[in-house]
Nanobody, 120 residues
């Protein structure tokens, strides 16, 4: 299984970014997908998930600003981020698991991460 994330970068506070993750080596439609992030000096945290059925979950810190979506035909999962804040600065990781509870705690598969930096 390979998860290739892209779309990170440097943006000013209040700006937007869209992360995309291309998955390969798996039956994509059978997997629950998620995004985690890790800021410098902090623990990795769950940002958002989307189940194989399309149900979504968001951490309180991003609710109303981030939107997760998936395209089962393209094997991709995206994270649209608006109204970005400096505290959103982190490395963002795409994750996958066939068990939803595992995705929420300790996903089986991780991508390499993409850096998001929000300047004040």
């Amino acid at each position: 299984v390979q998860l290739q994330a892209c779309g990170g970068g440097l943006v000013q506070a209040g700006g937007s970014l869209r992360l995309s993750c291309a998955a390969s080596g798996l039956t994509f439609g059978s997997y629950h997908m998620g995004w985690y992030r890790q800021a410098p000096g902090k623990e990795r945290e769950l940002v958002a998930t989307i189940s194989s059925a399309g149900r979504t979950y968001y951490a309180d810190a991003v609710k109303g600003r981030f939107t997760i979506s998936r395209d089962n035909a393209k094997n991709t999962v995206d994270l649209q981020m608006i109204s970005l804040k400096p505290e959103d600065t982190a490395i963002y990781y795409c994750t996958a698991d066939t068990i939803y509870s595992s995705l929420m705690k300790s996903p089986r598969y991780w991508g390499q991460g993409t850096q998001v930096t929000v300047s004040s």
